[in-house]
């Protein structure tokens, strides 16, 4: 499941969007966790609407990734329509997977409302 494409980030209002450029292996989802460890983020939606496949080990890291960022206050959504990659991230889980959604808008808007809900305990 090798990837020729490195993961893209952007920033959208204060969610960091981590675009994956086809099936999920160790190596990209490394690559995730060190692109939200350098963005400083607590809201991440991880766009996997390209993958077919995600690596057993890399499910796991995705999965603990998303432990981390909750633990901060956070958390991670994930893009994918493919009932498989769904499954594979619901059976890495010990506790919680991270909340999958078929479209990226709905991720965002997850993500943005957790956001704000923050924003109001803050306050």
Do not use: K
């Not at 090798?2 to 086809?22: E, M």
């Not at 919680?96 to 993500?111: K, N, Q, R, V, Y």
């Amino acid at each position: 499941m090798s990837n020729d494409v490195a993961v893209q980030a952007r920033d959208f209002g204060g969610c960091t969007i981590l675009t994956v450029p086809g099936d999920l292996d160790v190596a990209l989802a490394d690559e995730i966790g060190w692109a939200v460890n350098a963005a400083g983020s607590r809201h991440v939606v991880v766009d996997l609407g390209r993958a077919a496949a995600v690596d057993p080990t890399a499910a796991v890291v995705l999965v603990g990734l998303h432990e981390r960022v909750r633990a901060r206050g956070g958390g991670v959504c994930v893009v994918t329509t493919d009932q498989d990659v769904r499954a594979q991230l619901e059976r890495a889980a010990t506790v919680a997977a991270p909340p999958c959604f078929t479209e990226i808008g709905d991720a965002l808007e997850a993500s943005m409302t957790e956001r704000q809900s923050g924003f109001a305990r803050l306050a």
